[in-house]
């Protein structure tokens, strides 16, 4: 069972284009993080948010955690085929099992 | 290395069969994951290690999965009597503490196929 679900699943643009990226769940998390993974390759992350509200810049990528700290968004501004791969959100929880839960994944492709 | 090491890289077995898959954390590295991943899905988790013992193993799916980690460095998941439901990429981290306290560096992964 993930917790976190994201959306979209996939997502195909042209080079140049913004693109927002959301991840959503029910649970509250103590801190909620973005990772992105190229296929044959393990997750390796980008960003760690902590406060509810806190947003991230990170060059073009700007990462959001929601107020409730159960959800969050990346934001990628005018998006390069080197942005192309399997985006990954990821919390801990603030009660209960204290390992990391991954989101469902979104899958962008950036078309040159 | 530097990194996380995982081995095999790729395994092949036939249903039935027993398999061992090999993890090999970052040194100095307290905390270790394995989770397992399907093709464009986020990774599932399985079990968590914090030093010898297991701190969370809730995410096996069955007794047919077992992972051990006897000196608090190198893990070893194993799987009994596979299945073809089995197939899928595991993939393990370390972490220098324990949850909630920052990045998880993970490994490549070991690719099974059980046919």
């Known amino acids: 069972t993930q917790l976190l679900e994201q959306s979209p699943q996939f997502l195909s643009i042209q080079e140049g284009e913004n693109l927002t990226v959301y991840c959503n769940s029910s649970?509250?998390?103590?801190?909620l993080q973005w990772y992105r993974q190229e296929p044959g390759e393990g997750p390796v992350l980008l960003v760690t948010?902590?406060?509810?509200?806190e947003v991230k810049k990170l060059k073009r990528l700007t990462f959001q955690f929601g107020d409730a700290r159960k959800d969050s968004s990346l934001h990628i501004t005018a998006a390069q085929p080197g942005d192309t791969g399997l985006y990954l959100c990821?919390?801990?929880?603030?009660?209960?099992?204290?390992?990391?839960?991954f989101g469902t994944g979104t899958r962008l492709t950036v078309i040159p | 290395g530097a990194g996380v090491s995982q081995t095999p890289s790729n395994k092949v077995t036939e249903k039935g069969k027993y398999v061992e898959l090999r993890c090999d954390p970052i040194?100095?590295?307290?905390?270790l994951y394995w989770y397992r991943q399907s093709l464009g899905q986020g990774p599932e988790f399985l079990i968590y290690?914090?030093?010898?013992?297991?701190?969370?193993d809730s995410g096996l799916p069955n007794d047919r999965f077992f992972a051990v980690r006897p000196e608090g460095s190198v893990s070893t998941l194993k799987i009994q009597r596979t299945e073809r439901g089995d197939s899928a990429v595991y993939l393990c981290?370390?972490?220098?503490?324990?949850?909630?306290?920052?990045?998880?560096?993970f490994g490549e992964g070991s690719r099974l196929t059980v046919l």
């Open positions: 981290a370390s972490s220098l503490f324990g949850p909630n306290t920052g990045e998880l560096f």
């Open positions: 649970s509250v998390f103590s801190s």
């Open positions: 948010v902590v406060t509810g509200g």
């Open positions: 990821a919390g801990f929880r603030q009660t209960g099992a204290n390992n990391l839960f």
């Open positions: 040194s100095g590295h307290t905390a």
């Open positions: 290690f914090q030093g010898t013992g297991a701190a969370d």
